[in-house]
């Protein structure tokens, strides 16, 4: 009995370690972000962008954030914080996190595509398209996406 209750514990420690999680990605610019935020889309823990924010997961996502998107999956009474690397972590919170606060800013981004609009949000916030700062962030999306610089279409 203890050898199979350490193997089962054995084989959650290496899941957690290498996160074995199949990612379904709902479009190809979600993709390239989280392959240019965690270099080839892993959820790798907390690190630090050039311009010092913390950012967790997947998509680095920092915890204002997390806050903008309104702390999504958030128990009561449980930490702010916790809650944000929670939802960093999986990647379909994190990643609907970002799609509202862009959707949140996006008149700020007139004349962007979406892809730019997202990428550019998430990577300066509410003022990301105004700012040309972001402009590295948003080259090196397009470089694992090429189709993702495609003009806004009017209907």
């Known amino acids: 009995m203890p050898k199979v209750y350490l193997f ?12 074995v999680e199949d990612i379904e990605f ?6 390239a972000m989280c392959d240019v935020d965690s270099e080839g889309c892993v959820q790798k823990g907390c690190a630090r962008d050039a311009f010092g924010r913390l950012g967790c997961g997947y998509f680095r996502m920092n915890i204002w ?10 128990i009561i009474g449980e930490d702010t914080e916790d809650a944000w ?3 960093s972590e999986d990647y379909e ?7 509202q606060v862009a959707s949140r800013f996006r008149f700020k981004c ?9 990428a550019r ?25 090429p189709q993702c610089d495609e003009p806004v279409t009017r209907k």
Not at 26 to 31: A, G, I, P, R
Not at 93 to 99: D, E, G, R
Not at 121 to 145: M, P, Q, S
Request: proline share 1%.
């Open 26 to 31: 709902d479009s190809d610019c979600m993709k």
């Open 121 to 145: 949000i998430h990577d300066g916030g509410a003022n990301g398209c105004r700012t040309g700062l972001t402009l590295k962030y948003w080259e090196d999306v397009k470089a694992k996406c």
């Open 85 to 87: 690397v929670r939802c």
């Open 8 to 19: 089962v514990v054995l084989v959650q420690v290496v899941s957690a370690i290498f996160n």
């Open 110 to 118: 007139y004349g962007k595509n979406d892809c730019e609009t997202i």
């Open 93 to 99: 919170c994190a990643s609907k996190c970002i799609k």
């Open 65 to 74: 954030q997390f806050k903008q998107c309104y702390e999504p999956g958030r």
